[in-house]
């Protein structure tokens, strides 16, 4: 009956959760939220379910979800308030769901991303960990069930943008030679190795043209982001670790390229604004209006590009050795990143131990090949406690 696109929003109160409630808020005659979820800021998605009355919230933290279940009762809303990490699995598998944005940050939300790829659900692709961990399995799930699947991360919206005919699958069919992977820099594009020892969480976290959560901040100053999203294209447009190419370009407004084999380049332009690539995939193939700024090409006046340096930032090579050797390396990798990460913003350790405390953990824990999401949770185990152990040595 209801001609809206029904959504979940998974992680609604992170970044990319809150930019696509500001682009669905624009279009009420379009989508129709279903389900919201978050970790445990029950304030921020008590107001979230106010503006957009959700059959379902959900939280992980049980104390948080009792506080929400509390206040939307005193305000009269019929919002079922869920807890736990089950919980996120059934909003984004609902018969009533159309679309899930999957923009829970770090391994955490790989399950529900899975669960709704499963369903035949329309995946808005944000949590780039779920295609490091599982990238097989998951792209095995979208085929099998015929989902659509939309990338959110700007670089690889922009791929898709100028790929013939939308997705083309096997990127060699397209008549594609290169994919030219764009990266800022973050803010310590021009900070010496000797000055990176001693740079603070607040320094890694202050990116030069981007506002995002704080884990893919850290990425982005350690270049890991860039790493990971290294092995995200991998699995989306079917390339290799050598039809990949880092682009270091500092003013953010070319999102990435696609080399084709006749010497053509198409890029996509526009501000650094992660609601453009959100609307493009909420509205795809239309266009809606997204409340991003024209570019103003006069005023950006030049752009810059050079090559990646992998000594100041190592951890860039190691998620290109990382998909190169396959198997659980990429989990083991992304399970020692994220736990470097939440160490080096808890001062625990030096923003330089972070690709020495994963080449530790690399070092340690065996590859085995991946099968079964299991084989993806144990890799994901493993490293959490070689990284931990390596902090505590
Ligand atoms: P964020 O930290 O701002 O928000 C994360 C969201 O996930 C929050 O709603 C939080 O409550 C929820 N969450 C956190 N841990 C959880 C857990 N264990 N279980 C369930 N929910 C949990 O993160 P973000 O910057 O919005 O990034 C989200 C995802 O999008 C990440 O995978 C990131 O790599 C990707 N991404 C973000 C941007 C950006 O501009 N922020 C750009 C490209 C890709
Ligand atoms: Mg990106």
Known sequence: MSQHIRLTVLGSTGSIGKSTLDVVARHPDRYRIIALTAQQQDELLFEQCQRFQPSYAVLLDEAASERLRQRLAAAGLETEVLCGAAALERVSTLPEVDAVMAAIVGAAGMPPTLAAAHTGKKILLANKETLVLAGHLFMDAVRHSGSAL????????????????????????????????????????????????????????????????????????????????????????????????????????????????????????????????????????????????????????????????????????????????????????????????????????AFLDIPRLIEAVLGKVARTDVNTLQDVLDADAAARVAAQEWIAR
């Not at 860039?226 to 092995?231: N, T």
């Not at 493009?280 to 024209?294: F, T």
């Not at 103003?296 to 340096?309: C, E, G, N, Q």
């Open 150 to 349: 939309l990338p959110i991360d700007s670089e690889h919206n922009a791929i898709f943008q100028v790929l013939p005919g939308g997705y083309a699958g096997d990127m060699k069919a397209g008549g594609i030679s290169k994919i030219l992977l764009t990266a800022s820099g973050g803010p310590f594009r021009n900070t010496s190795l000797e000055q990176l020892k001693d740079v603070t969480p607040e320094q890694a976290c202050a990116h030069p043209n981007w506002s995002m959560g704080r884990k893919i901040s850290v990425d982005s100053a350690s270049m890991m982001n860039k790493g990971l999203e290294v092995i995200e294209a991998h699995w989306l447009f079917n390339a290799s670790a050598d039809d990949i190419q880092v682009v270091v370009h500092p003013q953010s407004v070319i999102h990435s390229m696609v080399q084709y084999v006749d010497g053509s380049v198409l890029a996509q332009l526009g501000n650094p604004d992660m609601r453009t690539p959100i609307a493009y995939a909420l509205a795809w193939p239309e266009r809606i209006e997204a409340g991003v700024a024209p570019l103003d090409l006069f005023a950006i006046a030049r752009l810059d590009f050079s090559a990646p340096d992998f000594t100041r930032f190592p951890c860039l090579a190691l998620a290109y050795q990382a998909l190169r050797a396959g198997g659980t390396i990429p989990a083991l990798l992304n399970a020692a990143n994220e736990v470097a990460v939440a160490a080096f913003l808890d001062r625990e350790i």
